[in-house]
T-cell receptor
């Protein structure tokens, strides 16, 4: 199972773009990279998933360099409601067990 | 999108009681589900992999006789915390896959408080 490393915490301000980078040096060829958001007392919520290059959806973008040893989650124009813990996970497919890292605690300030 | 439902969302009970938590996949079939435990300010810790029609696979250090898992159908897995004690108080979360190359989806968790 690929191990992931993220910053423990980040602070930003409303309206700013926030980039959270995750390191996964031993990612396997068939592994996908998935990001989740978790609010207190709730289960993790899927944000975005990618394999290589760039993926974008209505809430975030995911940048993956060619070597796939890292990935960057980009949140455009954050608001106070984006304050949460963000987890970067690496897994092969839906039935893979996922080992959570410590995640990044993002705090958005007014 | 795929939805995973957990019930109950919270439970408070006396020490020594056994508590059952249900995890359902509402619009897809899940041969594999996962159970996690999360303490305050900490990350999710995988407890076990629930396999439909067969025994669960427990992570190292998780007592299988303490945390009974049953996955009797393709849409339901249950976790029973037997003879619960205050140290079992935690936030329990389940997840299930949403399809080929699709991400896993998580339930909203169950807050268990043992008095």
């Amino acid at each position: 199972l690929a191990k992931t490393t993220q910053p423990i915490s980040m602070d930003s301000y409303e309206g700013q773009e926030v980039n959270i980078t995750c390191s996964h040096n031993n990612i396997a060829t068939n592994d996908y990279i998935t990001w989740y958001q978790q609010f207190p007392s709730q289960g993790p919520r899927f944000i975005i998933q990618g394999y290589k290059t760039k993926v974008k959806n209505e809430v975030a973008s995911l940048f993956i360099p060619a070597d796939r040893k890292s990935s960057t989650l980009s949140l455009p124009r954050v608001s106070l409601s984006d304050t949460a813990v963000y987890y970067c996970l690496v897994a092969l497919n839906r039935d893979d067990k996922i080992i959570f890292g410590k995640g990044t605690r993002l705090h958005i300030l007014p | 999108g795929a939805v995973v439902s957990q019930h109950p969302s919270w439970v408070i009970c006396k020490s020594g009681t056994s508590v059952k938590i249900e995890c359902r996949s509402l619009d897809f079939q899940a041969t594999t589900m996962f159970w996690y435990r999360q303490f305050p300010k900490q990350s999710l810790m995988l407890m076990a992999t629930s396999n439909e029609g067969s025994k669960a696979t427990y992570e190292q250090g998780v007592e299988k006789d303490k945390f009974l898992i049953n996955h009797a159908s393709l849409t339901l897995s249950t976790l029973t915390v037997t003879s619960a004690h205050p140290e079992d108080s935690s936030f329990y979360i389940c997840s299930a896959g949403g399809g080929n190359n699709q991400p896993q989806h998580f339930g909203d968790g169950t807050r268990l408080s043992i008095l």
